[in-house]
């Protein structure tokens, strides 16, 4: 295994704590169950599949990377390529006779295992001078062999079970190249392909749940400079703005990471993100489902039923690493997580005056406006308080509630003005029999002058 410099492994720790997040992103989604429908369709982002297994796939064999960085005198490139691979786990119970058969549910006091696909995490590194690439592209190959094992499953002292493993050979390939950018200062185009080369093809009866045992799963890259620095590709400076232009990016996107004005460190990410991104600090741990507000996903999590949390500690062991943070959470954790603000903008202020305590516009003062009075044209008609109404809502902009009205009848009770000049007619629907305690209360149903048409006589 290559060692990475002292220097630069401390920026990649520093830097995992956002690769983590990739990696595991969606390993495992609440309720963190096996048998749950959307834990079936298992590893979402990143999945490099073996190149037998069909160009027309959604999924493909490689990703490519591209970007510009600005080496310095004899500085050294750290690669660092990390993936999961998928470890299928087989659940088997001890028959009467002291043999195994397969089960599908192994149930013990405090879990319930099922079958699983673990995720192993692998990494492949790599050190090398940056002017080594100048002379050509740098092709790393790396074989992962396959292999087995198994664990016994004791309750009380004695054997239940066991668990047995097994990992398909995984190969591929790893292609670094640079090439001189022209421009007022030196900069060089790298291009980091990642390839699956695995030499399998699927039988007739097999789907991406053959492929995935020899798929780089999440696959991702660290990229790091001894000395020198990356251009961001999403916010280049100028003189780089055509350059980095000309990037191509395949399947992956580049972005710094670090801590804000840090450059010397880029994750190519299946999972487009912007510079420098951060892992709240708020965040009680990894929860692997970022679809979910951490508030509400741990809520949910502690509210699970005690089966429930048993099934979830069986399918894995991050699972079960959930279930036990949100049932440990303090209150003062799950507090944090409430209402954070994360950034403030300036609001312009109203113009100073005798009448500041006022808000900046107040419909009930402005002259120009007079809801019972106002009209509005519809369809070359005047509609305003009073006027009937036939009631055609816009799939665009309403909600369900409002659909279900397609075609009745309803009365004008004011026309309505926002600040941002659209129009709203207020209308109580004709037939309703609560239709005049909603006009006592000043409740009514809100439509845009096109999603009604004037009646005859009204």
């Known amino acids: ?48 599949v ?69 995720g192993v995490e692998e990494r492949i590194e790599l050190l090398l001078p940056v002017d080594e690439l100048a002379d050509g592209e740098v092709v790393r190959a790396f074989r992962l062999p396959a292999g087995a094992d198994e664990e016994a499953v004791r309750e009380d002292g004695r054997q239940v079970g066991r668990l047995l493993r097994r990992r398909e050979q995984l190969d591929g390939v790893l292609r670094l190249s640079t090439q001189e950018v022209p421009g007022p200062y030196r900069a060089v185009r790298l291009t980091a392909v990642v390839e699956n080369t695995a030499d399998w093809r699927p039988p007739d009866d097999t789907g991406r749940d053959g492929a995935l045992p020899r798929a780089l799963v999440s696959a991702h890259l660290l990229l790091g400079l001894e000395r020198g620095s990356f251009l961001s590709v999403t916010d280049p400076p100028e003189w780089a703005r055509a350059a980095v232009a000309e990037c191509r990016n395949e399947h992956t996107w580049p972005v710094l990471v670090g801590g804000e004005g840090r450059d010397d460190i880029l994750l190519s990410s299946p999972i487009i993100l912007e510079d420098h991104p951060q892992v709240a600090p708020e965040s009680p741990g990894v929860l692997y489902d970022a679809t979910e507000i951490d508030e509400i996903l741990a809520l949910r999590t502690a509210a699970l039923t005690d089966q429930e949390k048993r099934e979830a500690r069986g399918t894995d062991d991050r699972a079960g690493a959930v279930i036990d943070l949100a049932d440990s959470m303090p209150a003062e954790v799950l507090e944090r997580l409430h209402g954070t603000v994360r950034a403030l903008r300036e609001v312009t202020a109203p113009p100073a005056g005798p009448d ?8 009930g003062n402005d002259p120009a406006v007079d809801p ?67 006009r006592a209360q000043g409740r009514f149903r809100y439509f845009q002058p096109d999603e009604v048409e004037p009646l005859e006589g009204a």
């Open 1 to 48: 295994m290559t060692v990475i410099p002292p220097g630069l492994a401390a920026r990649f720790t520093a830097a995992r704590q956002i690769a983590d997040a990739v990696l595991l992103e969606g390993y495992v989604l609440y309720p963190y169950r096996a048998s749950s429908a959307k834990n079936r369709l298992r590893w979402q982002f990143g999945v490099l």
């Open 50 to 118: 073996p190149p037998g297994y069909g160009k027309d796939r959604a999924e493909h064999s490689y990703q490519r990377t591209e970007c510009l960085m600005e080496p310095r005198g004899g500085d050294r490139l750290a690669v660092e390529l990390r993936f999961l691979r998928a470890q299928r786990r087989t659940v088997q119970q001890t028959t009467a006779d002291g043999s195994f058969e397969t089960v599908e549910r192994l149930s013990l006091a405090d879990r319930v295992l099922a079958p699983w696909d673990e």
């Open 356 to 363: 500041t305590d006022r808000p900046w516009w107040d419909p």
């Open 372 to 438: 019972d009075h106002d009209q509005v044209l519809v369809d070359g008609r005047q509609v305003g308080a009073g006027s009937r109404v036939l009631l055609k809502p816009g799939r665009r902009r309403t909600d369900a509630q409002d659909l279900f009205l397609h075609g009745r009848t309803a009365l004008v009770e004011a026309v309505l003005h926002d600040v941002d000049g659209s129009v709203h007619l207020a209308v109580t629907v004709e037939g309703d029999p609560g239709a005049d305690l909603w």
